[in-house]
């Protein structure tokens, strides 16, 4: 190819990339409007009926309010992630409970709403966060950092794999792709723990799911890949860099303020689960974990069998040109004297 091909490629792909990131980060995230954040409610039906109509006034499709018997199941399902706060109503005022590590993003706006309707209603409303953020995480940013820390690296691994290590034989490259993953989750978690200490507390849970976050990441980068060249390895970037990041949330916690484009990709792309997976492991005492595990286990399995089916495809079509290139044609010569040779 012409060097002046070569810079143009590369400055049209710069182009075409950069668009592509500012579509997805942008788009995802620069209007960020709450859709059906769970709230646990306890209070008397005409409370109830005050709240469902304020809110539905006020913000309309912000909130699904969820109604308990008592207080204290509402305070189990804040803590286990099933809703997002809980509003507990009594004759002596009202108490909002909340969840920090959930991320700021939800806790402002529904403190704001709620703050808001109480006060029209001459109530008053104290708030309690029964999950608060570590003391070395204040702005609740690490979990989703640590993610991009596994993602980036693991990308450019499966790619190298993918492309690189054609003729390694499918073993040989699962085995390196494992090897990449124990190296960037040890790494990422040793950085995040021991030596900052932004998330502190369960070392050996957070080093398990950054190994099996890198591992689904660099799986399916692999296989796609060694199945499509160069152009899957840049597939791989896009789904789960792309358009995955932007689907997480962001560090604010802004999953549930997602466009509707966005908000089933949330648990189903890698670094969706793999912050689900590390938030419950650090801050919700495991809840949630096993879910965000297994979609990161079935990205990890689908990759590798991509990748096995496209080295056989490989190895078969190898076989069958060298096979060709065996069969030289055999020349007959005749003479004058029409006598063979």
């Known amino acids: 190819m012409q060097p002046r091909r070569i810079l143009g490629a590369a400055v049209l792909g710069a182009a075409l990339v950069s668009g592509c990131f500012a579509l997805s980060f942008v788009g995802a995230l620069h209007d960020p409007r709450p859709h059906h954040l769970p709230v646990a409610v306890v209070a008397?039906?005409?409370?109830?009926?005050?709240?469902?109509?304020?809110?539905?006034?006020?913000?309309?499709g912000a909130f699904s309010l969820r109604y308990y018997r008592s207080a204290s199941a509402a305070r189990s399902a804040v803590r286990d992630r099933a809703v997002d706060a809980a509003f507990v109503a009594?004759?002596?005022?009202?108490?909002?409970?909340?969840?920090?590590?959930?991320?700021?993003?939800?806790?402002?706006?529904?403190?704001?709403?709620?703050?808001?309707?109480?006060?029209?209603?001459?109530?008053?409303?104290s708030t309690?966060?029964?999950?608060?953020?570590?003391?070395?995480?204040?702005?609740?940013l690490s979990t989703f950092l640590m993610v991009l820390g596994i993602v980036i690296p693991s990308v450019g691994a499966g790619a190298v794999?993918?492309?690189?290590?054609?003729?390694?034989?499918?073993?040989?490259?699962?085995?390196a792709l494992v090897a990449a993953a124990v190296g960037v989750g040890s790494v990422v978690t040793s950085v995040v723990d021991g030596w900052l200490g932004a998330l502190v507390?369960?070392?050996?849970?957070?080093?398990?799911?950054?190994?099996?976050?890198s591992l689904a990441v660099s799986s399916a980068t692999a296989g796609l890949a060694r199945a499509l060249?160069?152009?899957?390895?840049?597939?791989?970037?896009?789904?789960?860099?792309?358009?995955?990041?932007?689907?997480?949330?962001?560090?604010?916690?802004?999953?549930?303020?997602?466009p509707a484009l966005f908000r089933p990709l949330r648990h189903a792309l890698p670094p969706g689960a793999a912050l689900e997976a590390l938030h419950g492991a650090q801050y919700f005492s495991g809840h949630s974990v096993a879910g965000a595990a297994w979609v990161l286990a079935a990205w990890t399995a689908g990759g590798?069998?991509?990748?096995?089916?496209?080295?056989?495809?490989?190895?078969?079509?190898?076989?069958?040109?060298?096979?060709?290139?065996?069969e030289r044609p055999v020349s007959v010569v005749r003479d004058d004297s029409g006598t063979v040779g």
Do not use: C, E, N
């Open 44 to 60: 008397p039906a005409p409370v109830r009926h005050l709240l469902a109509a304020g809110l539905g006034a006020h913000a309309p």
């Open 90 to 125: 009594s004759p002596s005022g009202a108490r909002l409970y909340v969840a920090g590590a959930a991320g700021q993003g939800p806790r402002q706006v529904i403190q704001g709403a709620f703050g808001a309707l109480a006060g029209a209603s001459h109530l008053s409303v």
């Open 128 to 140: 309690q966060d029964l999950v608060p953020l570590g003391a070395g995480d204040p702005l609740g």
């Open 161 to 175: 794999v993918g492309l690189a290590a054609g003729r390694a034989g499918t073993g040989q490259q699962a085995l």
């Open 201 to 213: 507390g369960h070392p050996l849970a957070l080093w398990g799911l950054a190994m099996l976050a």
């Open 229 to 258: 060249g160069p152009p899957g390895a840049a597939l791989g970037a896009l789904v789960v860099v792309v358009v995955g990041m932007p689907a997480t949330g962001g560090p604010a916690g802004l999953g549930g303020f997602l």
């Open 304 to 326: 590798l069998a991509l990748l096995a089916g496209a080295s056989a495809v490989h190895h078969r079509l190898a076989v069958s040109a060298a096979g060709k290139g065996s």
